[in-house]
């Protein structure tokens, strides 16, 4: 078991990363906020983006960080790392935007607008450890 690898920046980042995407989930399923849009379409859409770009982090990251931990380094020669973290990066800040903008638009008083600005802004965290995770796998 290559327990070292916890020490390094990456590392820490998927600890944090795994971290951050369990309790933006537990967040959106417990208050129900991953549907949120103008039109059942929209808010249909912004559903399956969330929960679905949530639930290949919770699968990936840790699988990742498994493989790392086990001894397998041979994947940090391939794409497949600086791929996922650029494409979590990018999905969780775009995400975190679109829920903070529609909260704060829509129900500024509202007991989910709290709940909604802590999801956002988890997402937005989120995706910038993904980011810079990115940064160390390259």
Do not use: W
């Amino acid at each position: 078991m290559n327990v070292s690898y916890l020490k390094k920046p990456s590392g820490i980042l998927k600890l944090f990363e795994i971290a951050l995407v369990v309790a933006t989930f537990g967040i959106l399923r417990d208050k129900n906020l991953a549907g949120f849009g103008d039109t059942t379409d929209q808010g249909l859409n912004n559903f399956y983006f969330g929960v679905g770009m949530l639930t290949a982090a919770m699968v990936v990251t840790p699988l990742l960080l498994a493989v790392y931990l086990s001894g397998k380094m041979d994947i940090q020669n391939s794409i497949f790392e600086p791929v996922v973290n650029a494409l979590f990066g990018v999905s969780f800040v775009v995400y975190g935007s679109l829920m903070l903008e529609f909260y704060n638009d829509y129900f500024p008083n509202s007991e989910l607008h709290d709940y909604a600005l802590a999801s956002g802004s988890l997402c937005l965290i989120a995706g910038i450890c993904y980011c810079v995770d990115m940064y160390f796998a390259i």
